[in-house]
């Protein structure tokens, strides 16, 4: 009887922790370096798509039953917030691209009250204009990102092609 109880409940701990997996992504990007130039939809979906594949597997495999339509709306619902939150994570993490070092510059827009200053990162790349926010954190070494001002980008493209400012330097 025992045994049985013990079972049904290591076959639920893995849609549990597919449910959970936002948690961590959520953690490093408040402190590492997931900013990004431009649209992460398309690389989004197709992580959406992989831990839908994922959740439904485990439901299937693990508890050996098919999913009702509760199960699955839970499951893509996890699936949209694990996808959207892993996705600038991933295009980092598995970025082996040649960097590229071009001229920048940080303006630290004030906030009043309470919480951090907004710090948008300007970059021209091939005679075209990119803007992001990044995280003050991750590039906390560089003075610039402390004061604002201009400076020096190494862009990468990331995991999915999609550009991503990997150091900034003072110049």
Known sequence: MQSKIVLSALRSIAPLL????????????KTGRFDYFGSMVLPALVVIGVFTLLGLGSIV????????????????SVAALNGWFWTPVFNVLFDFSAPKTVDGEIVIKRRSGRGQD???LTVELNGQRLTTEITPGGYWEAGVVRIGGPCRVQLRRGA????????????
């Open 18 to 29: 597919v449910a959970m997996m936002w948690i961590p992504a959520l953690g490093l990007q």
């Open 61 to 76: 495999r693990l508890l050996k039953r098919k999913p009702d339509r509760e199960d699955v709306i839970g499951i893509l």
């Open 118 to 120: 907004h710090r948008k």
């Open 160 to 171: 999915f092609g999609v550009l991503r400012p990997a150091e900034i330097r003072d110049r």
